[in-house]
């Protein structure tokens, strides 16, 4: 049986291929010794050049792709909060010149303590960004230190107090659990630290140990030094009695948030709404057939040579077939605590894709991975746990 391409584009207009954007800024203070992302130290005439090739990439993807008025901003990197407010601003005029926003857009920054003050953030907050997302990591100067990052625990405090004093719809931090010598006990005093601030939304990351890094380089994924999978999952499983506990909702994976906080934009990627990444490394999907993914270079002389020159610089891009699309919305779909709605899918893929998949629920049901909640299906909070090995039976 033949798929026909679908109206998959939750879009308002039939042809419009996203309604979200995200902006990478690659540039840091300094290079944190876990990070793998597509990031290194600049000067502020890089951070202006960027902006710059950022304008004119919007300007060619305008041109050539069709996007609606746009439902979320995402400035991530690197560390946007490097920029200034008049940059970002001018960034954000053109989205709305170009796409136009929707009334109630959010649009988040990625900042960093140590990199923001009072007066920055309130003219942040001016220059349209009403979401900030604090890069805080640990509450605790020896794990920062360990971490390589270029902030104490009192700039993140320092950070959190100047974000809420300027009035942000909504704070949120990020911390990495499973460090180098963490207990559980330790794990759970960052916790409350973190509580103490009530901040709107938490992203809680396990650390990760990524090659090409010093992190890689210092510690294999079994050290002793790190904690064990039974202290991992100790963690996690603290993390969320915890955070639930003081009314958070645990909505994705490594994501809580108070009622009305959950990240707009970080939602859509789990909802495979089409979004446009534009900077070097940023990734897009567009509602183009059953999806377009396209990637541009993770390479800021590349990127930024193939803008000077009036080209759009997706170094790859693969149309999905109704498969591969499908399995993305399962396990995409499966990082959220709704989980998917089997119905929906079988509806919009057939039954020919959809059968192989269910064959795959039943045997995750039996191990206790997934369960039915509602009419949908969802991980159990130990397949949050071992959520890989769950998707893996989904590719
Ligand atoms: S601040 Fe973030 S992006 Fe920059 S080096 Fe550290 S972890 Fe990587």
Redesign the pocket.
């Given at each position: 049986m033949r798929s026909e391409p679908p109206a998959l584009c939750r879009a308002d207009s039939p042809s419009s291929l996203f309604s979200r954007l995200y902006l990478h800024i690659p540039w840091?203070l300094?290079?944190?010794d876990?990070?793998a992302?597509f990031?290194a130290t600049g000067t502020t005439a890089r951070y202006e050049e960027t902006v710059n090739l950022l304008l004119r990439e919007m300007e060619l993807a305008a041109a050539r792709y069709t996007g609606e008025r746009l439902a979320s901003i995402y400035l991530g990197?690197?560390?946007p909060s490097l920029l200034t407010p008049k940059q970002v601003n001018r960034l954000l005029e053109r989205s709305q010149q170009l796409w136009g926003h929707q009334h109630d857009i959010e649009i988040t920054l990625e900042a960093?303590p140590g990199t923001v003050t009072d007066r920055l953030l309130s003219d942040f907050k001016q220059a349209g960004v009403n979401r900030i997302s604090l890069?805080i990591q640990s509450f605790e100067d020896r794990a920062l230190a360990v971490l390589g990052?270029?902030h104490s625990a009192q700039d993140a405090r320092e950070a959190y107090a100047a974000a809420r004093e300027a009035s942000f719809r909504s704070i949120g931090l990020d911390l990495i659990c499973g460090l180098p010598g963490q207990s559980c006990v330790d794990w759970h005093d960052q916790i409350k630290q973190a509580l103490l601030l009530s901040p709107d939304h938490l992203s809680i990351y396990g650390l990760s140990i990524e090659e090409g890094t010093p992190f890689g380089r210092r510690y294999q994924a079994d050290s002793p030094e790190l904690p064990d999978d039974d202290q991992q999952a100790e963690m996690l499983e603290m993390t969320d009695r915890l955070l639930i506990a003081a009314g958070y909702e645990h909505y994705e994976i490594a994501n809580f948030a108070r009622p009305g906080h959950r990240s707009r934009h970080n939602c859509g990627y789990w909802q495979r709404d089409g979004y446009l990444g534009l900077g070097p490394s940023a990734h897009s999907l567009l509602l183009q057939g059953w999806g377009l993914r396209c990637c541009n270079p993770a390479n800021y002389q590349k990127w930024a040579s193939q803008v000077t020159d009036g080209r759009l610089s997706h170094q790859e891009s693969e149309q999905l077939s109704a498969k591969q699309a499908l399995a993305e919305q399962i396990f995409l779909g499966l990082r959220m605590t709704e989980g998917i709605a089997p119905e929906a899918c079988l509806r919009q893929f057939g039954t020919a894709l959809w059968a192989p998949h269910e064959r795959a629920i039943d045997e995750l049901f039996a191990l206790g991975l997934l369960e039915r909640r509602r009419g949908r299906i969802a991980l159990t909070r130990r397949g949050m746990m071992l959520a890989n090995q769950v998707f893996v039976r989904f590719i």
């Open positions: 840091c300094r290079k944190c876990y990070c992302f990031s990197g690197g560390t960093n890069g990052r270029a």
